[in-house]
């Protein structure tokens, strides 16, 4: 097996029901590139048959199929990790195995890294996704630019370009959570965009929740930027200034108009109000603390159980 040009990497979780698709469109949109090219799964740790049908693939086309196998679950972007550390390509593209992104506009990347680009996103064209999971991408798009200052159009689609030494530089960061596209940004000296087809996915259903959602954006707000915090302390100052002046204001009330006892359910929830406040705050607090417990335990990010592949030209000359 020869070292590669391109290195097509692929988390796989759960797919049994559109792998074979994935398969009959895969193979034929890289042997049409007519360069030599890896295809690196990656099985996250797969509950139904994806690993055996990744076996039989495997078995089928052993010369550019190389099957990585995790012992767990460990999530869509240590998977894509697992596969940045074991790939060989000159270049890395990262592919849905859900087919919303078709495999035949690799080419498209392919193309635009021909004109100098290390880095090359994608924005979806006519997304297939549900009205509501449009909004909250879009939502979740200008928080992330405001906070962070990495423009991306579109942070949620993995059908993604990267040379070689982008790839070296995110295998490099041992941080635990992590958002691949944007560290891919930070470490790029000309990145692009290019737009993609959006298709239906072929089978299965989303292993993304309204709250992975969320739990992503958080990852990547406190993994990017100390802005969350600096604002809460801002906020902090302006309502410590209100609450000493509605405290002298009150004073003064006392001593003009006496005891009163219409605006106790005002205090009420003015008190709610801080405490809410102040407990989102804690929260937020808890966040940054938290990265930096899950990092200071320094335990493997992933563990590889087996790693299918054909004996490569090195190893059989030395």
């Known amino acids: 097996m020869p070292t590669p040009n391109l290195s097509v990497i692929i988390p796989v979780y759960n797919e049994e029901a559109g792998l074979q698709a994935l398969f009959d469109r895969l193979y034929p949109a890289l042997d049409a590139l007519r360069i030599p090219y890896e295809a690196v799964f990656i099985n996250d740790g797969s509950t139904d048959r994806s690993a055996a049908l990744l076996r039989a693939q495997f078995e089928k086309r052993p010369e550019v199929t190389r099957i990585v196998l995790l012992n767990g679950n460990y999530g869509q972007h240590m998977a894509i990790m697992a596969g940045f550390e074991q790939c060989r390509g000159d270049r890395v593209v990262t592919l849905d195995a859900d087919l919303q992104n078709p495999p035949e506009e690799i080419g498209k990347l392919l193309a635009a890294m021909d004109e100098g680009h290390d880095y090359v996103g994608t924005v979806r064209q006519n997304r297939q996704d549900s009205t509501w999971r449009r909004w909250a991408s879009r939502l979740m798009n200008r928080l992330r630019e405001r906070i962070t200052r990495i423009h991306m159009t579109d942070q949620g689609c993995m059908l993604r370009a990267y040379d070689r030494r982008i790839v070296r530089a995110i295998a490099s960061c041992r941080e635990v959570n992590t958002f691949i596209p944007a560290l891919a940004y930070t470490f790029s000296a000309h990145p692009a965009e290019v737009a993609v087809r959006h298709e239906e996915r072929a089978a299965g259903e989303s292993k993304y929740s309204l709250y992975s959602l969320v739990r992503l954006n958080f990852d990547l707000v406190t993994g990017f930027s100390v802005i969350p915090l600096q604002l809460f302390s801002l906020l902090g100052m302006v309502l410590s ?19 009163e006892a219409e605006g106790l359910f005002t205090l009420f929830a003015i008190t709610f109000f801080l405490i809410s406040i102040l407990l989102f705050g804690i929260g937020l607090l808890g966040e940054y603390v938290g990265r930096i417990y899950q990092q200071v335990r320094d335990r493997p990010r992933f563990l590889i159980e087996a790693i299918l592949e054909a004996p490569h030209e090195d190893t059989e000359n030395a």
């Not at 209100?242 to 009150?250: C, D, E, T």
């Open 241 to 259: 200034l209100l609450s000493g002046l509605f405290v002298v204001y009150l004073f003064i009330r006392r001593l003009v108009v006496g005891p």
